[in-house]
């Protein structure tokens, strides 16, 4: 499960993951996560996830995505069909490589709400009749979430994304009112996920969200912010990008 953008699905014992930034790597061999890996044990499956605040269409983000690979693979048109799974939709596509390539390339993107992701799918062609059966299970299993499992909670009940380590709020608020009335947080996620996580995981917690500026927005804020409510208590959430000196 992958607890920040909100899918999961199944793969096999035995293989291996490989995190990417907000790309998330899985090969049935080590050889698979290795940089530029080819020949016999290098097939492996991309996960790109992105935060698509404006919920742009697929179309749209599928063209820019099916252009970078046919530019690629020197392809003039790509043929492709919508795609749907897990509660997502968008489309996929298989791109003829050339055959001295030796491998077999197969790109798709599905979209829900806010999020985006993107797959990529690549292995050498005498691997396919053992690879292919594989890939096709793990995709099978892939769900877009509408809650984490054991998501960590603050004190007030506000879901935290995985990995937040508590810092003195003084380190990133520089002017905030009240500063002891405040909580803060490090992590090592992208803007795009934190927001992805909030809108999903604070409803699901029971916060109304009342209001959202998200990061980057219409008014040059230079961070995300939200107020949210739970019965009686009233919450003031900032996501700020921030890096640690």
């Known amino acids: 499960e992958q607890m920040l953008w909100g899918y999961g699905l199944t793969y096999p014992d035995g293989w291996g993951t490989r995190s990417f930034g907000d790309v998330e790597g899985l090969a049935p061999e080590p050889k698979g996560l290795e940089p530029d890996a080819s020949g016999p044990g290098s097939g492996h499956l991309l996960i790109h996830a992105e935060w698509n605040p404006t919920r742009r269409p697929a179309e749209p983000l599928w063209q820019a995505h099916i252009a970078k690979f046919a ?72 769900q877009l979430l509408d809650r984490a499992a054991e998501v960590p909670l603050h004190s007030s009940g506000m879901p935290l994304p995985p990995a937040s380590r508590e810092i003195d709020p003084a380190t990133a608020l520089t002017n905030a009112p009240e500063p002891e009335h405040w909580s803060a947080f490090e992590t090592p996620h992208s803007m795009g996920g934190l927001q992805a996580f909030y809108l999903r995981e604070a409803p699901a917690h029971g916060w109304e969200i009342e209001v959202f500026e998200p990061f980057p927005g219409d008014r040059e804020l230079g961070f995300a912010r939200a107020s949210l409510r739970r019965m009686q208590q009233q919450a003031a959430l900032g996501l700020i990008p921030y890096r640690r000196d």
């Open 71 to 142: 530019t690629m693979a020197g392809a003039r048109q790509v043929g492709y069909a919508p795609w749907a799974l897990g509660g997502g939709s968008g489309f996929e596509a298989e791109i003829a490589l050339p055959k001295k390539d030796g491998r077999r390339l197969w790109v798709g993107i599905l979209t829900r709400a806010t999020l985006a992701l993107k797959f990529m799918v690549v292995h050498p062609m005498e691997d396919r009749a053992w690879f292919e059966p594989a890939v096709t299970q793990v995709f099978k299993s892939l």
